[in-house]
């Protein structure tokens, strides 16, 4: 695949696009005054940007043994419903916080799935120890519902042309700089102001579905 200019943008835009929600995240804890360490930030970084590669790896893995057609179709399908959720991410979190007791499912599995979510829909509560201070193994947690959206983006978006080594490259700087970034700012205000990008994210990830389109 070449080196466009578009096709570098593209990948520099779906990159950041996923890398909204470290955002946020971050800047939940440092309005809560919660220390994200580096070693923590690296394996959030890590684990966000490899399970993206792998979702990327399965799309171009199985696009060869599908029609052009359905391929186009399933990625706007995937791209945009991703978007819409997004851009309902609001009542999404809500309806997930309503329907899950985080008190209840520190005290089963570390990564039962029920658990994630609730930490997708919260993350503070990804700091199970209450330390102010998210752990390795709390950061592995929180990379996990970091990651729900890139399994879906990263496997849409390799059945059309993207550029996964941009995509890669492009989020192991992105995630980093925005979950510190976020932090950064979060730890700078006093209070705690709403703060959430995913409306944006939903707004470009429906955007990119249509372009799949023309």
């Not at 700091?127 to 990651?147: F, M, Q, Y």
């Not at 006093?190 to 990119?208: E, H, Q, R, T």
């Amino acid at each position: 695949m070449q080196f466009t200019l578009f096709v570098l943008l593209e990948a520099a835009l779906l990159a950041s696009t996923l890398s909204l929600d470290a955002l946020t995240a971050g800047f939940a804890y440092g309005t809560n005054q919660t220390k994200i360490p580096l070693l923590s930030a690296f394996i959030i970084n890590l684990i966000c940007t490899g399970v993206t590669g792998l979702a990327l790896f399965a799309g171009f893995m199985l696009k060869p043994y599908l029609p052009h057609g359905l391929t186009v179709a399933l990625a706007f399908t995937v791209l945009f419903m991703i978007g819409l959720i997004k851009l309902l991410d609001s009542i999404t979190k809500s309806v997930i916080r309503k329907k899950s007791d985080i008190n209840k499912e520190i005290n089963g599995s570390f990564l039962n799935f029920r658990f994630v979510l609730n930490v997708y829909a919260n993350p503070e509560a990804a700091d199970i120890d209450a330390s102010k201070s998210i752990s390795p193994a709390e950061a592995v947690l929180l990379a996990l519902s970091l990651s729900f959206d890139g399994i879906a983006v990263g496997f849409g978006a390799a059945l059309v042309d993207v550029n996964a080594f941009a995509i890669v490259l492009w989020s192991l700087f992105t995630n980093l700089g925005f979950l510190m970034g976020g932090h950064f700012l979060g730890s700078k205000l006093s209070a705690k102001l709403p703060f959430n990008f995913s409306w944006l994210s939903g707004v470009v990830l429906i955007a990119l579905a249509i372009t799949k389109l023309i």
